[in-house]
C-alpha cells in the first residue's frame, strides 16, 4: 500500500488538492478509510495515467471523467477477449473451425 506522502513524492506534479479531488469525483478509491488515505498499486498506476493525460494530452478534470471508465472500458474487454481466445483455442479443432466459419458468416 502506498501513502499519500509516497504518492506525492513519487509525482512532483501532484498535489493533495489534486488527490483528493480525483478522490472525491471517483477517479481514485483509496483502500479503506484511513487518514490518510492508502493506495493499492492498481491506484498508483492509475495516478500515473491520469498524470499522463493531463500533462502530456491537457485533459482537465471534467473530461477525465468521461475518459477514464472509457478507457476502464477498453481494458476489461481486452481482458474478456483475451479470455475468449483462451477458451476458444483450448477447444477440439471442429469446433475451432466452426466457430471460424460462424464469424466469418458474418
Given at each position: 500500500m502506498t501513502t499519500l506522502e509516497e504518492l506525492l513524492r513519487l509525482?512532483?506534479?501532484?498535489?493533495?488538492?489534486?488527490?483528493e479531488r480525483w478522490i472525491a469525483i471517483g477517479?481514485?478509491?483509496?483502500?479503506?478509510?484511513?487518514?490518510?488515505?492508502?493506495?493499492?498499486?492498481?491506484?498508483?498506476?492509475?495516478?500515473?495515467?491520469?498524470?499522463?493525460?493531463?500533462e502530456d494530452l491537457a485533459i482537465d478534470d471534467q473530461a477525465l471523467e468521461t475518459v477514464l471508465p472509457l478507457l476502464d472500458q477498453v481494458h476489461t474487454l481486452r481482458h474478456?477477449?483475451?479470455?475468449?481466445?483462451?477458451?476458444?483455442?483450448?477447444?477440439?479443432?471442429?469446433v475451432r473451425r466452426a466457430i471460424a466459419a460462424?464469424?466469418?458468416e458474418r
Open positions: 509525482h512532483a506534479a501532484l498535489t493533495p488538492a489534486r488527490v477517479l481514485l478509491r483509496p483502500e479503506g478509510d484511513d487518514e490518510p488515505p492508502r493506495f493499492a498499486a492498481i491506484d498508483v498506476a492509475r495516478v500515473r495515467l491520469l498524470i499522463e493525460l493531463r474478456r477477449l483475451a479470455r475468449l481466445a483462451d477458451a476458444i483455442a483450448r477447444q477440439p479443432e471442429d460462424a464469424l466469418n
